[in-house]
Nanobody, 123 residues
Framework: VQLQASGGGLVQAGGSLRVSCAAS????????MGWFRQAPGKEREFIAA????????DYADSVKGRFTISRDNAKNTVYLQMNSLKPEDTAVYYC?????????????????WGQGTQVTVSS
């Protein structure tokens, strides 16, 4: 499956942004979807994951309560709503697809990746 992330940009601290990731095929609903981010000089970090039907979600402690992952299987799209953004949220954000929810926090478990979208939070 091919993934296309979009919606990044520049926002002030405390602001909000929504990034989206569109999948190329109708089998999108067969995949667990995740969001990761990578800041310069740092490893890729798990942010959030959502189960195939959307009933289950998980978040990194660093974004819990501020970010919300959701999906629309009819549109083959997964979203990441980011509120109360902080300068430390600045990174390239990647969406990814995997088969097993058990591996949701491990980037090595994801077979498919989008190209990334830059999110910059100014102080």
């Amino acid at each position: 499956v091919q993934l296309q992330a979009s919606g990044g940009g520049l926002v002030q601290a405390g602001g909000s942004l929504r990034v989206s990731c569109a999948a190329s095929e109708s089998t999108f609903s067969n995949y667990v979807m995740g969001w990761f981010r990578q800041a310069p000089g740092k490893e890729r970090e798990f942010i959030a994951a959502i189960s195939r039907g959307g009933a289950r979600t998980d978040y990194a402690d660093s974004v819990k309560g501020r970010f919300t992952i959701s999906r629309d299987n009819a549109k083959n799209t997964v979203y990441l709503q980011m509120n109360s953004l902080k300068p430390e949220d600045t990174a390239v954000y990647y969406c990814a697809a995997t088969q097993a929810y058990s591996g949701r926090a491990n980037p090595l478990e994801y077979a498919y990746w989008g190209q990334g979208t830059q999110v910059t939070v100014s102080s």
